[in-house]
């Protein structure tokens, strides 16, 4: 598959991710490709680590949401932002909020980390809790956007946040060539699909005989049995997972047709996998990862994917964990 | 201050600093330079963090041991080398001569964080254990030298692992630059002195009026007592820090004239402070430092450099620390 042949009615393409870089790409960390002797021997193949945990604000999220506030004009500026997340997508709204002086209203779930949520209050932000078992954290959004005027910044459903988080995928390109190094897979969480869909488009358009894997927790693996049944499925009410950045109900509409299209699989962890990688990055990358940003890493240390002799790229894609959590991961 | 009147006696120039770049460039991690708006807003300046524990083998040391050994002769290869070290430049020794095929033999204390043993058992190395208190770890090195031919390559006395160590500070000083900021201050640890002498040659250079500031342990104070008196000075002996890389006897030859030279100050922290920040980097950095890696910003953080309405650029040297005392800091 190269460029041209990337279906058409995808949300977005290679050019509007390369777009959403140039349009970021003073405010964003290009965080470094980092490689550790132990996770190679501890694998078989050569390990590359893009730590999105170093992202401003903790997470590859502050990415998407940069590009998409920064097209904001100064009448949707003055009227403010709307967003719903589980935490990354709202320290990464209320972050740039923050810097482009733009009030912010974040819609989050009260069993959110407190990390996530006194930060996006530190940031400025006004906080609306809401039960994840119960409340439909979308509706709440709308109607605070019909009532105030404000935009709506989605967590992935929307073109311009899947080409930032995209930008991913260009600089893992990039840095494996500045590396020498081809990979033979890439492997991103996914939770509503933006990141692993944006850094598809880009990979499979710069790379094309790159596989791209999705990684999901168990409980929340509705990618990975979407791709199997061939249609969007949804996760069972009531699950339960460390991972608390990835849980969805159902996969996205503009990302679910890429990552059908585009991914080779979905990789799916356990808790304990997630503790195992969290440790492991800590040990031999000096990185905190959270549970959700640690699942690419647990796929490999747990053998769901055969890198003997091959080159992998692992997005760790946020960094904002609760102290006890992370003690956890350390013991394990 | 410009380059021209930089004292022509010093061990090594910004010209050796800049070679040593080109050297060892496609070997090391080209670490970002990080900020926190949150720990901006604990300091009132901008903090602009140069993570080293992110280098390879997790130090600064990697930069320097890889400048030394690449200039190693296909006969001195094969003789291998030596190296004492608390830790650090043991791991950074071994991880490349390990990737070169180069014997290694390493001389540690026997209190040397067990991450750092070993690590560096797991590079190939040979690792002597000594007493710090009793044993003189020079003279063991230099017998071993004798006997088996090996090279010595020390931890801070010597140009080449000086030159390597330097290039932190003209990365950054382009870093800076990219960012669009001036530092009126960099800070970095000081133990030999080997790394914060290197980059204040480098910065000094670059950017003449930036000041240049090493972090010290309490107890570990002798760069500090030195600069004061103006001459050389011990430490006591028995003196304790949970700074395990950070525990010389005095200043090093080659390094204090330098240090002498060119820093504005040593700057003192104890134990308390030390596990403040790496509590901070853990938190606001999603960076695992070790104890004498977080000493520059355990300065920031206990006020003992006022940088408000500044910019002030700190490098976190290493982040090989052993969990116990890292979940002691998160504790903290």
Redesign the interface.
């Known amino acids: 598959m190269d460029t041209a042949t990337l279906p058409d009615q995808f949300a977005l393409s290679l050019a509007d991710i390369e777009q959403a870089h140039d349009r970021i790409r003073r405010y964003i ?4 490709l ?2 550790s ?2 996770l190679n021997d501890l694998v078989g193949g050569r390990v590359l680590v893009k ?1 999105e ?2 992202q ?1 604000a ?1 997470a590859f999220k502050f990415r998407g949401a940069c590009n998409r506030l920064l097209q904001l004009t100064p009448a949707q500026r003055a009227a403010g932002v709307v967003a719903f997340s589980s935490g990354n997508h709202a320290l990464a709204v209320s ?1 740039v909020a ?1 810097s482009l002086h733009i009030p912010a209203t974040i819609i989050m779930p009260s069993d959110a980390p407190r ?1 996530k949520i006194d ?1 996006s209050r ?2 400025g932000a006004t906080v609306i809790l809401y039960d994840r078992q119960k409340d439909d954290r979308e509706a709440i959004g709308a109607e605070i956007a019909e009532r105030t005027g404000a935009v709506t910044v989605p967590p992935y459903d929307d073109p311009y946040i899947m080409a930032g988080q995209g930008t991913v995928g260009i600089e893992i390109v990039e840095q494996c060539i500045e590396h020498g190094v081809h990979p033979d897979a890439v492997i991103a969480a996914c939770s509503g699909g933006g990141l692993v869909a944006g850094v598809a488009i880009a990979v499979k358009a710069l790379s094309p005989n790159t596989d791209v894997y999705a990684g999901e927790p168990a409980g929340f693996d509705e990618l990975a049995r979407s791709l199997a049944s061939g249609r969007p499925e949804s996760n069972v009410p009531g699950a339960k997972s460390i991972c608390d950045a990835l849980q969805v109900v159902k996969p996205g509409k503009l990302t679910f047709p890429v990552n059908q299209a585009l991914l080779a699989g979905s990789l799916v962890v356990n808790d304990d996998d997630v503790r195992r990688a969290m440790k492991a990055a ?2 031999h ?5 959270e549970p959700g940003g640690a699942v690419p890493l647990a796929a490999l240390l747990a053998g769901k994917l055969d890198v003997r002799g091959k080159a992998v790229a692992l997005v760790l894609s946020g ?2 964990v609760d ?1 006890d959590v ?2 956890e991961a ?2 394990a």
């Open positions: 960390v290009r965080t470094p980092l490689e002797a132990a730590p945990c170093l401003n903790g972050t923050r990390a930060g530190a940031n800590y040990q990358l000096r990185l905190v990862v960094g904002n102290t992370y003690i350390l013991k």
